[in-house]
């Protein structure tokens, strides 16, 4: 149970809030999973790199993963711990300073291995390689890397054994918003093809996407499948969730700037914040974000369309509906908005990003960090 927002009438709009408290049931529900079985849980940066709360998370989770070198670097320098980095393609130009903030790097191909290897054994890095069990689990291409032609992780028939020395580690991630029945396929699949090749590993790590955080997790059947994967390898197993850290441990709040289409089948609220700026996902999976007080179309008296401030024809956040028409100056409060908002939001049409507040534990509100005007300019020249 999330506790209840308090009066925000003193924020300006939009703004994310991020909950602490929230955010600390998450990682301490990750680290009952990571003590109870000895695995160790990262957070998987890309899905949400808010550093004022790595204070807190590095309490509670072993380290962070990167996409690349500057998601390294950041929980190099905020997080500490452990810093894995696995990226579909190391350049030349930045891998010196990506050794020198990770600890563990994971390969996508064996050509990448070959031309890097000896610059990362030569730093003392823990090396692994991605793997592909190529079976794939979920509905949609788009979230989905197990599918024919990927290129993220190397398929069996491209895996090279011969090639593994120096190698401690094998990764694999095939998941995304899933339960643990898609992680035993994944895991099965993985094992099959690849269980042949562990008495050489130290460390298999079992990718992100596992919501672990989500009230019908089954936290008992993913215990059980890491301890009997563990013993059976004697491998250390890792995970690396971004959603499940900070899942529905944020707010975006926004305010009705304008009502349009009064009268018609569908009025048109305009909000101060935009799906295509600053919730870019709910375009791009796409979904409707829950709101509070508010029902899908159709459930409740009226149905109202609520849209961004951009140029952007589409950029629709969804269609609900209320028992009162909302009116100018409402506040709008949309849910499970700390993960995949801020670290993919963006300033087209010139919007204003929107402020970062943390809701902390005893119930103040800290303005963590507001953009302006130069935030747009710096990205531009
Ligand atoms: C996206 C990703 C994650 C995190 O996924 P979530 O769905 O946010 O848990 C972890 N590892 C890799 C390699 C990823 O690409």
Request: net charge negative; glycine share 8%.
């Amino acid at each position: 149970m999330r506790r209840v927002l308090p009066d925000l009438s003193d924020l300006q709009t939009p703004c994310y809030i991020v909950d602490e408290q929230a955010l600390a049931d998450n990682v301490q529900c990750l680290a009952g999973v990571a003590s109870d079985t000895g695995c160790k849980i990262l957070l998987a940066q890309k899905a949400f790199s808010m550093f004022a709360v790595y204070p807190l998370l590095r309490q509670y989770l072993h380290g962070t993963t990167a996409s690349g070198l500057y998601e390294a670097r950041l929980g190099h320098e905020y997080f500490g711990g452990e810093t894995h980095v696995f990226s579909p393609a190391y350049q030349d130009r930045e891998f010196d300073e990506i050794l020198a903030v990770s600890d563990h790097l994971v390969f996508n191909s064996f050509a990448q291995w070959r031309h890097f290897k000896d610059r990362a054994m030569e730093a003392g890095r823990s090396c692994g390689m991605r793997v592909n069990p190529q079976r794939p689990t979920q509905k949609s291409s788009l979230y989905d890397p197990c599918t024919q032609n990927s290129r993220l992780g190397v398929p069996r028939s491209a895996f090279e054994p011969d090639a593994c020395e120096g190698l401690s580690g094998l990764h694999f991630h095939c998941l995304c918003e899933q339960n643990t029945d898609a992680l035993a396929i994944a895991l099965a699949a993985f094992e099959e093809q690849f269980g042949s090749f562990l008495d050489q590993m130290s460390w298999v790590n079992f990718g992100g996407g596992h919501h672990v955080t989500r009230s019908d997790y089954d936290i008992d059947h993913l215990k059980q499948m890491i301890e009997d994967f563990s013993h059976r390898h004697s491998v250390t197993v890792y995970l690396e969730p971004g959603e499940a850290v900070a899942l529905d441990a944020g707010y975006l709040i926004s305010t009705v700037i304008d009502i349009v289409g009064v009268g018609t089948d569908l009025p048109i609220a305009i909000l101060d914040t935009s799906a295509t700026c600053h919730m870019p996902d709910v375009l791009e999976v796409p979904y409707q974000p829950r709101l509070t007080g508010a029902g899908v179309a159709g459930e409740k008296k009226i149905t109202v369309r609520l849209g961004g401030p951009t140029c952007l024809a589409g950029d629709i956040i969804g269609d609900y509906s209320f028992n009162v028409m909302p009116k100018i100056g409402d506040r709008m409060v949309f849910h499970d908005m700390a993960i995949y908002t801020m670290v993919k939001n963006n300033t087209f049409n010139g919007m204003r990003l929107p402020d970062i507040v943390l809701w902390k534990a005893d119930n103040t509100m800290q303005i963590v960090k507001q953009f302006g005007y130069e935030d747009f300019k710096n990205r531009l020249s």
